[in-house]
């Protein structure tokens, strides 16, 4: 086990401050939204790329509705989903009979040509974090690049936190699971993060803060998730990427569904630009088509692009 790791067992909680600040991540909705089939604090992110923790869709719904394949194509802007040179990627997700997936097979085009294809297979029983065992395969395609793409592998889970390491470069994703830990000094003395370290508050499937730390308090490229406080669903992600600042709100219907997202872009407080999604939905209310439209004025012509969904179940 890395020393550094193993030290931290040896570290004494009791001084950590219960003082620290405390951020309210959670928060009463007078609609409490209901399941969705995709996992929207995962979802349409960059966390689609750790391909460790394959958590981006509601199990539960994947095995009601007896879902087998999920096939996702996203397709260039302002471009028609019908000419076949405008497919930019395509995601294949294969789920067993019980909704747990078993493997994503990825595909990228250029110009009508698959330029990479890339399959990950899953093996194992995914643990109750959401981390499960992977392995990679191009398929005998030399084309192929796996850049891009993060693979873990458990390092140590106790009770006050668990922490993953790289399989590449050897940095550290960290989880502070429980709420009194979060706070400056409950990190650096619980983990002694590095630069290049992620640490984040709450769980993988329900982060609450994202960040990286740098001199034991100054934290950057933070990422926050506002949940409703009933049943955890995703009701707002902010973060920072200097000079920008980007704020992602959920939208759900006056049923309780969720119709999709609005992605706001602000540089010093002053508001640049949105994008705004909207689901289109089929059998089983089930998303088969996500329609992203981005203007700098609601007097602009909109940029859209597209995404489609596509289903097979067991029988």
């Not at 391909?51 to 199990?59: G, L, V």
């Not at 996203?74 to 294949?92: P, W």
């Not at 395609?141 to 993060?150: A, L, T, V």
């Amino acid at each position: 086990m890395n020393a550094r790791i193993a030290s931290l067992f040896f570290i004494p909680l009791f001084f950590l401050a219960c003082s620290e600040d405390k951020r309210p991540f959670f928060r009463s909705e007078k609609l409490e939204p209901k399941p969705f089939v995709l996992a929207i604090q995962h979802f349409f992110s960059e966390a689609e790329d750790n391909m460790s923790f394959p958590i981006w869709f509601d199990e539960a719904l994947i095995q009601k509705n007896r879902i087998k394949t999920i096939t996702r194509k996203v397709y260039g802007l302002n471009e028609e989903f019908a000419n076949v040179s405008s497919q930019k990627s395509e995601r294949i997700y294969n789920f067993d009979s019980k909704g747990h997936i078993v493997s994503v097979q990825i595909k990228e085009f250029y110009e009508g040509q698959k330029v990479n294809d890339v399959t990950f297979l899953y093996a194992g029983v995914k643990d109750q974090y959401g981390f499960q065992n992977v392995s990679k395969s191009d398929g005998g395609n030399e084309m192929s690049d796996f850049g891009g793409f993060q693979l873990y592998r458990m390092e140590k889970t106790a009770s006050n936190f668990l922490a993953y390491r790289n399989e590449e470069n050897g940095n550290y994703l960290f989880f502070l699971p429980n709420e009194q830990h979060w706070g400056s000094l409950s990190v650096d003395s619980i983990l002694a993060p590095t630069p290049e370290d992620i640490v984040i508050y709450g769980t993988p499937k329900i982060p609450a803060k994202r960040f990286n730390v740098d001199n034991r308090v100054n934290e950057s490229n933070v990422r926050t998730f506002t949940y409703t406080r009933k049943a955890n669903h995703p009701i707002k992600i902010e973060f920072d990427k200097e000079p920008f600042h980007y704020k992602r709100n959920i939208t759900y219907g006056k049923d309780g569904s969720c119709s999709g997202f609005v992605d706001s872009t602000f540089s010093m407080d002053q508001y640049l630009m949105r994008r705004s999604t909207t689901f289109i939905k089929g059998h089983h209310h089930l998303p088969i088509k996500a329609i992203h439209a981005s203007a700098r004025l609601k007097t602009d012509p909109n940029n859209t692009q597209l995404e489609t969904f596509e289903y097979t179940y067991y029988e």
